[in-house]
């Protein structure tokens, strides 16, 4: 056939040795580009929540979604990790002085890290996936598109509510994680390891201070953005019909835990380390 | 007819996606109160087309003037506002899945980014607009009880119909129609061409309607054009599509495998 060759990529022109440097430069490109539009996504997105229309209704169905309907799964994990911090430093730690050590590990580390880190890794499997799917679906079957022949900016009316509620809801969660963790591990020192149960009720709350509350709390509020800014971008521009949307509920899925995770490390060399 | 200035003026079109040219060099001029029906093979570009006007897809080149005013040039609110005088009726009908039909029809109407123009629906309450959800439900000939399903519960024939109240629910100077009857049968593809001609009528509306099916090109339209390779290759009225004396439009409307136009299998 004489049809003209397919165009080709720019390194195909390199000599061998360059080629390698030639698909490094094109990934590093690639990936901050992504970065970028990432960056403006999310950007814009907030943005629509300092101007006028609002969309309260929108606000409350994602609000919902995220803080009531994830409840079960946070709860049932904040109360069994509790449990598990418990037996395993019980085990690890000299019976002597036990108490006291138990009482500070639990709620320490569920205060600071495990309410946030699992509350924010259950919910982005959840609620990332949820958000790309539907966003997807609306985005392939042009629902997106007739939203702005309808007078609808959809950043505003689809993104700006979901952000927000994701901001908002997480440290709630993650508040209500937080007394199931301690409580979980209060269970587990006072029925199983025989402790008395007030005084490590006021062992933990010697431990604990305000200031662990409070990042962890933010914490969660930047999670909680994570993870609508994952869902909301990756089915925003998702494209290909079922399969694309498919691919999309994924990547906002992983997308969203490592974020959370590398965030939850950013945070603590932030506010912890000091 | 309202002088000679088009409601629509499209001239030296252009998009690409990546490096496949789509639109190259589109001129169409559609007069008011006409309805131009727009034929072309699949993916020819009519959808890329109409997306173009309707600025949900930025064109790489060319003008768009609607009543004379370059919308291309225009500001973000201003093209919203140009935007609000023109309904669509999406090729798949494009539902809002988590509303319900009524809520679906009437969403234009209460939508808080809407500033209505002279002569077009007011902004309503919701339940200014339930009513009126009704009575656009009424004229597409749906009974006003359907308004409380969801559009999943509809049939095509019926989301199809939805779609077309959904369009002319707020009385637009302007409406769009992407294949309004495929994937219809025969006579529910006639109806919803009555209706498209009736709303057109009722509302003195521009409309551009793309269609595959001849019967239905004849019946809805007054002016027609054809898009082969990203141009207009013919325009003329409407009722001279089946016997044009083009050889590209008679290959087209008779359906023939030979002639000038060869369909490229793979490219
Ligand atoms: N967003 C997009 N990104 C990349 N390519 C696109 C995009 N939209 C359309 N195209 C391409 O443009 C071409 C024209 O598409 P378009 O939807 O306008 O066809 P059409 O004439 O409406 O066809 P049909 O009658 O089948 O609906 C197709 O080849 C399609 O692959
Ligand atoms: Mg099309």
């Known amino acids: 056939m004489s049809s003209p060759p397919a165009p080709s990529d720019a390194a195909d022109g390199l000599p061998l040795p360059l080629r390698p440097i030639a698909a490094l430069g094109r990934t590093v490109l690639a990936l901050l580009q992504g970065a970028g539009s990432l960056a403006l996504f999310g950007l814009e997105g907030l943005s629509h929540l300092l101007r006028p229309p609002f969309y309260g209704r929108q606000f409350l169905a994602a609000f919902l979604e995220f803080a009531f309907y994830s409840l079960p799964v946070v709860a049932l994990t904040a109360i069994f990790s509790g449990m598990v911090i418990a037996l395993q430093s019980y085990t690890g730690f000299a019976r002597f002085n036990a108490q006291s050590a138990i009482a500070s590990i639990v709620v320490l580390s569920v205060v600071r890290e495990l309410g946030p880190v699992l509350a924010g890794l259950m919910v982005a499997g959840r609620l990332g996936a949820a958000m790309a799917a539907e966003l997807g679906t609306m985005r392939v079957t042009d629902q997106i598109d007739a939203l702005t022949t309808l007078s609808t900016n959809p950043m505003k009316y689809l993104v700006a509510p979901r952000l927000f509620a994701g901001i908002v809801a997480l440290p709630l969660l993650v508040a209500v994680a937080d007394l199931l963790g301690v409580m979980g591990g209060f269970l587990v020192a006072t029925v199983k390891l025989g402790f008395n149960a007030h005084a490590y009720a006021s062992d933990t709350i010697g431990f604990v201070q305000t200031s662990d509350v ?61 | 007819m309202s002088g000679t200035v088009p409601k629509i003026r499209i001239r030296g079109l252009h998009k690409a996606f990546g490096s496949k040219k789509v639109l190259d060099g589109v001129d169409l001029d559609v007069m008011p109160e006409t309805s131009m029906v727009v034929i072309g093979g699949s993916g020819s570009g009519k959808s890329v087309l109409l997306r173009c006007i309707l600025g949900l897809i930025e064109p790489d080149s060319g003008s768009i003037e609607i009543d004379g005013v370059d919308v291309l040039a225009l500001g973000e609110r201003a093209r919203d506002e140009m935007r609000q005088c023109i309904g669509m009726l999406f090729q798949n009908a494009a539902l809002f899945d988590s509303l319900t039909v009524w809520e679906n029809v009437a969403f234009g109407l209460l939508a808080k980014g809407r500033r209505p123009r002279h002569g077009a629906e007011p902004r309503l309450t919701r339940a200014q607009a339930r009513v009126h959800a009704g ?98 290759v013919w325009r003329g009225a409407a009722a001279e599509l089946l016997h044009s004396g083009n050889d590209m439009v008679d290959q087209f409307t008779h359906g023939r495998r030979e002639g000038p136009i060869s369909m490229e299998l793979r490219k």
């Open chain 1, 214 to 274: 409070v990042v962890g709390l933010a914490k969660a509020a930047v999670f909680g953005f994570l993870i609508a800014l994952m869902g909301c971008y990756n089915g925003y521009r998702s494209k290909g019909g079922a399969q694309g949307v498919g691919s999309a509920t994924t990547s906002a899925v992983v997308s969203a835990s490592i974020l959370v995770l590398a965030f939850d490390f950013i945070l603590t060399e932030m506010f912890f380390s000091r």
């Open chain 2, 135 to 232: 009575k656009v439900l009424e004229q597409v000939g749906l009974a006003a009880s359907v308004g409380d399903l969801s559009p999943s519960e509809l049939s095509g024939g019926m989301q199809k119909r939805v779609g077309l109240a959904r369009a002319i629910a707020a009385r637009p100077e302007i409406l769009f129609f992407d294949e309004p009857t495929t994937g219809l049968d025969p006579i529910m593809g006639a109806v919803i061409d009555g209706l498209i001609v009736d709303c057109v009528q009722n509302l003195g509306s521009t409309a551009i309607a793309i269609t595959h099916d001849m019967a239905s090109a004849t019946r809805i339209g007054t002016q027609a054009a054809m898009l082969y390779r990203g141009r207009i």
